[in-house]
């Protein structure tokens, strides 16, 4: 079989084999056609344009003494370090430690939503960057360092390019990232306080998307390495992460079912994925779960081609408060769809008022502050239990991804003080608040 | 109607590591003909079987992602630029 070369980008160290140490990867194999390359900056097949996964070499056998080597790993995801691909020595290098956060059993929402089983908040808030982002980061930062790379770059809508930032600073690395120009201004603050460059395109984040994908066949890309593009196979398996901390904050279990938001649809698909290794790998029993995709009503591609039963998904121009789900070309949408069809899943859009409804329902009940996306996911929830489509008497975990502090813009309206009083209790009292 | 290509480092084995190239066609469809005249192979590698364009290969007009447009029958005036991007996922 012919082994393309599917340079997509300057590798500096003119490396793409065996001598890249990124622990169990083996190879990168294509998703549309299976074909392998060496591990490599590559993200396409030069084949068929297919995005490009890491294949493994996972340890086998053992899923006691596997199970024993986690729990007794760092809280964070370096816990994992055995199925991601990064060096056996990769909790010693100079990292954000990012995951292990918080499983919320959120009793009073479930009360309020009508569930009787267990429902969890999987709030990943709790990061250094206070989004999901750095779990991904952090093992893009690894393969920049594995293939030579100096400058730590990416597209961005807003979560993104804080988490590229802060590592890149921990590590010792440039960074220059590159996001819609129109970002919330808490978003775009946190991108630009760990004082890398961040450049803010006229478009949204679809053009950012292009503009990036044409500066890294360009001369001026050379050596940059864009966590999201050229190092997307190895940024993308962090969100694995997730999975693998769901099962074992829930005592080495599958929930039964995951709401998990979708912008590119890349987190969800990982997801999934790290919840069939961990049934292959004999660390949880093997029994059936169900994965639904949450998007924001302005920006819903493949909530709409799930509900026409299309394959395939149409761009669109995304019009939402939800700016980090805003990709209106997600690139793993029609793996959404297959594996919110296989598990039995569906995917589920709402619109923005009920996007800040949610996000207050998840303050008011359970003292979470989600960003937009959280209320995507709990607003989903909420309309996929009242549809029936979710089973309220089933175990259920529910992502949140980042935290509401970047997204103030969306509540601020509606959550202002209840009083402004004079500093005494007759003040106090004509306010009606005694 | 001549319009200029910009071709992905991963095609660039097809064009003599050129980064762009001039092709003919009044619109998109006869653009990639023209390309495949001109580069043999290159066309299979934007194109599927049935002749659509692959589904993780986005081709702008200018600005314009062609998905939003007539796909391989939008309009290629003269002096255009045509980009062809493998689709990356981001957030």
């Known amino acids: 079989m012919a082994v393309h070369t599917a340079s997509t980008s300057a590798d500096p160290s003119g490396t793409t084999d065996s001598r890249v140490d990124l622990g169990p990867a083996a190879a990168l194999s294509c998703r549309e056609c299976g074909e392998r390359i060496p591990l490599g900056p590559h993200f396409a097949c030069t084949a068929c344009f297919g995005p490009l996964e890491i294949a493994y070499e996972l340890p086998d056998g053992d899923p006691e003494g596997l199970r024993k080597r986690i729990e007794a790993g760092p809280n964070n995801i370096w816990r994992y370090a055995e199925l991601l691909p990064v060096p056996a020595g990769v909790a010693d290098t100079p990292n954000l430690n990012p995951g292990f956060t918080k499983l919320v059993r959120a009793e009073n929402l479930a009360r309020e939503l009508g569930v009787t089983g267990e429902l969890h908040i999987k709030d990943d808030s709790g990061n250094p960057t206070h989004s999901f982002k750095d779990r991904v980061v952090a093992i893009a930062v690894q393969a920049a360092r594995a293939f030579g790379f100096t400058t730590l770059s990416c597209s961005s809508t807003g979560n993104l390019a804080g988490a590229v930032g802060a590592a890149a600073a921990r590590a010792g690395l440039r960074s220059c990232v590159f996001i819609p120009h129109d970002l919330e201004q808490g978003k775009v603050v946190m991108a630009a306080v760990y004082g890398g460059e961040l450049v803010g395109i006229e478009g949204n984040y679809d053009d950012v998307n292009r503009f990036c994908s044409e500066l890294i066949g360009d001369p001026i890309g050379e050596n940059w390495g864009f966590v999201n593009v050229n190092l997307r196979p190895y940024y993308a398996e962090g969100s694995k992460t997730l999975a693998y901390e769901i099962c074992e904050q829930l005592g080495w279990r599958l929930p039964d079912q995951l709401v998990v938001p979708i912008a590119s649809g890349s987190q969800l698909t990982k997801i999934d994925k790290g919840l069939r290794e961990l049934i292959a790998l004999g660390l949880v029993e093997d029994r059936p779960y169900k994965i639904f995709g949450a998007q924001a009503e302005g920006c819903s591609p493949v909530s709409q081609a799930y509900k026409n039963g299309h394959d395939v998904v149409r761009p669109v121009r995304p019009s939402t408060i939800a700016k980090s789900l805003a990709i209106g070309n997600p690139a793993d949408g029609p793996y959404v769809l297959d594996i919110a069809r296989r598990t039995g899943g569906a995917v589920e859009d709402v619109n923005d008022e009920q996007v800040v409804d949610a996000i207050k329902l998840l303050a008011r009940t359970e003292g979470i502050f989600a960003e937009t996306a959280g209320g995507v996911t709990v607003g989903v929830t909420r309309k996929l239990i009242e549809s029936g489509a979710l089973d309220p008497t089933l175990t259920t975990v529910v992502l949140n991804t980042g935290d509401g502090l970047k997204t103030l813009d969306a509540v601020a309206p509606t959550s202002q003080a209840t009083a402004i009083i004079r500093p005494n209790l007759d003040s106090f009292r004509e306010a009606g608040l005694a | ?91």
Request: hydrophobic share 40%; net charge negative.
């Open chain 2, 1 to 91: 109607m001549s319009v200029n290509v910009r071709i992905p480092t991963i095609l660039r084995t097809y064009t003599d590591g050129k980064s762009e190239v001039s092709a003919e066609g009044a619109n998109l469809g006869e653009v990639l003909a023209d390309l495949e005249r001109n580069h043999q192979g290159i066309g299979a590698r934007v194109l599927d079987d049935t002749g659509k364009l692959r589904r993780f290969v986005n081709v702008y007009v200018n600005d314009d992602d062609v998905r939003f447009a007539e796909g391989l029958a939008t309009q290629t005036p003269d002096g255009a630029g045509v980009s062809i991007i493998p689709a990356v996922a981001g957030g």
